[in-house]
Nanobody, 114 residues
Framework: QVQLVESGGGLVQPGGSLRLSCAAS????????MGWWRRAPGKQLELVAR??????INYGDSVKGRFTISKARAKNVYLQMDNLNVEDTAVYYC?????????WGQGTQVTVSS
């Protein structure tokens, strides 16, 4: 069974930076992508960034140029978030998508506030 453990959330001032980490354990078969999604208060779940098994990267429009996704050792994915603004406040979820399933972490809170 795939398990995802996220870390790195917290409180940061506008303009600041945070780095989120996600470590996957278990056997991942037919991997499609690893990435990050977020849900802000009162809003729908939205894609932040994802990286495919072939290395293709997609970013949500609102984070392009500010966030960077990276992957290491096949089962670790990171999200470097720079120039954060209050609209980035949300619970961030790590997600692993396979050909047959979707696996989600428990979420980590990111709060951007002065």
């Amino acid at each position: 069974q795939v398990q995802l453990v996220e870390s790195g959330g917290g409180l940061v001032q506008p303009g600041g930076s945070l780095r989120l980490s996600c470590a996957a354990s278990g056997i991942i078969e037919s991997l499609v992508s690893m990435g990050w999604w977020r849900r802000a208060p009162g809003k729908q779940l939205e894609l932040v960034a994802r990286i495919s098994n072939f290395g293709t990267i997609n970013y949500g429009d609102s984070v392009k140029g500010r966030f960077t996704i990276s992957k290491a050792r096949a089962k670790n994915v990171y999200l470097q978030m720079d120039n954060l603004n209050v609209e980035d406040t949300a619970v961030y979820y790590c997600a692993v998508m396979t050909a047959s399933d979707a696996h989600w972490g428990q979420g980590t809170q990111v709060t951007v506030s002065s």
